[in-house]
């Protein structure tokens, strides 16, 4: 089958060299053998200018080109023959090979060789004399020698092809690394900054509104110690997340992160910060056994608890505030609920951002979240928040429904 696309400026230089040296030689009277069927010096120009127009088709229909060509020399044996056709032909054979479809490149040398072996063995049994020997050698450089030739250059490329090949797709899997490292850890860090320092903006954000609200000395001089309380705190998790960055520690969850026995400070900070809003915070710690937990797990529980505080005093109706914690067999539980309804007074805005960090660090553990309003006991709207953290090398503890 013809290819569509034009012959290479290589192919055409082969072409217009040999077609002219061959005619040079004819002019010269070189001829490779006598007393042929065709005897004109003239004849062996037509097998010439065959295989010369072949060599146009030496890449875009080889296994085409070849056929021809191998007809061409044979016809070229009845004239006085040309040394470029026989080089041209070597030349065919070499393309076929390497341009050629994969079934001829393993189909080729092996077919040449057979034809070699039966060329030397037929030559033998009729000349019965080793010059018959020479016939043999000669179609072996004719023919199975271009074709194993076509083969070692066919196999180094497509050996060289399949390790730059090999070499991009480790580029590409090492840049698709990177990118996923670079962007789990500014998912990281987004979550830091988002559970450290959200929750005491909120607070200076509710009680500044309170405070330019509410025209009394001692409700401002309480919102203001509210305001102070959170910005100092605020400031000094801002300065550990900075610190943590300067030093570039490797370390995923730094050992200076908050841990479970943090949450009572937490609450009653909440607590203080929530009064002026009609909240009350309560923490019930149901566990049997309250030993450390892995620093990810506790810290994932600790922001779990913190966000849910923070959209509470955002968002929650007045009413008790419950943080409960309690762990069964190798999973820790985690629950904070608050009256869900409208409010008067001051509240923040929410973006969601804080759901969304909270999912993703529960995922990060194999764990289950769900939040979402749900009816309590007393048929009270509530809001709660509820994860399931794995513990893989925790112990049995109290149990709560």
């Not at 479809?101 to 063995?121: D, E, K, M, Q």
């Not at 005093?313 to 309804?341: C, D, F, I, N, Y």
Request: one cysteine or more; aromatic letters at 4%; charged letters at 20%.
């Amino acid at each position: 089958m013809f290819s569509s696309a034009r012959p290479h400026r290589h192919d055409i230089l082969i072409a217009a060299v040999g077609l002219l040296g061959g005619a040079v030689l004819s002019l010269l009277g070189l001829r490779m053998q006598n007393d042929r069927l065709f005897d004109a010096s003239w004849t062996a120009l037509v097998p010439l200018t065959v295989m010369a127009g072949l060599e146009l088709l030496r890449r875009g229909a080889p296994q085409t080109a070849l056929v021809i060509g191998t007809l061409a020399l044979v016809a070229d044996q009845f004239t006085p023959g040309n040394l470029a056709t026989v080089l041209m032909f070597t030349d065919i054979m070499y393309a076929a090979v390497l341009y050629g479809t994969p079934a001829a490149a393993r189909r080729i040398p092996v077919t040449t060789f057979l034809i070699t072996v039966g060329v030397t063995i037929g030559f033998l049994a009729w000349f019965r004399d080793a010059e018959a020997l020479l016939v043999g050698i000669l179609t072996a450089v004719v023919a199975f020698v271009p074709a194993l030739t076509g083969v070692s250059v066919r196999n180094h490329r497509e050996a060289a092809d399949a390790a730059r090949l090999r070499a991009d797709q480790t580029a590409l899997l090492a840049e698709m690394d990177r990118t996923q490292a670079v962007t789990a850890e500014r998912a990281r860090m987004a979550r830091e900054l988002h559970d450290m320092v959200a929750n005491h903006l909120s607070a200076i954000a509710i009680h500044s509104t309170a405070a330019l609200s509410i025209d009394e000395p001692e409700t401002s001089r309480n919102a203001l110690g509210v305001i102070r309380e959170n910005s100092v705190e605020g400031l000094a998790e801002m300065r550990r997340l900075i610190g943590l960055l300067r030093t570039g520690s490797a370390d995923p969850e730094p050992s200076s992160s908050p841990t479970l026995a943090s949450l009572d400070a937490l609450v009653e900070q909440h607590r203080a910060s929530a009064a002026s809003s009609g909240l009350s915070c309560v923490l019930e710690d149901t566990r049997a056994d309250r030993e450390r937990l892995p620093a990810p797990v506790e810290l994932a529980a600790y922001r779990i608890v913190q966000e849910s505080l923070t959209n509470a005093l955002k968002h929650a109706a007045p009413g008790p505030v419950t943080v409960r914690l309690g762990q069964m067999e190798r999973v820790l539980k985690v629950e904070v609920s608050s009256v869900l309804g409208d409010r008067t007074g001051p509240r923040a805005p929410g973006s969601g951002a804080g759901l969304v960090g909270m999912r993703e660090r529960v995922a990060l553990l194999d764990g289950e979240f769900e939040a979402g309003p749900v009816t309590g006991g007393d048929d009270t709207r509530l809001w709660r928040v509820r994860a399931r953290l794995p513990v893989p090398d925790g112990t049995e503890g109290g149990t709560w429904s």
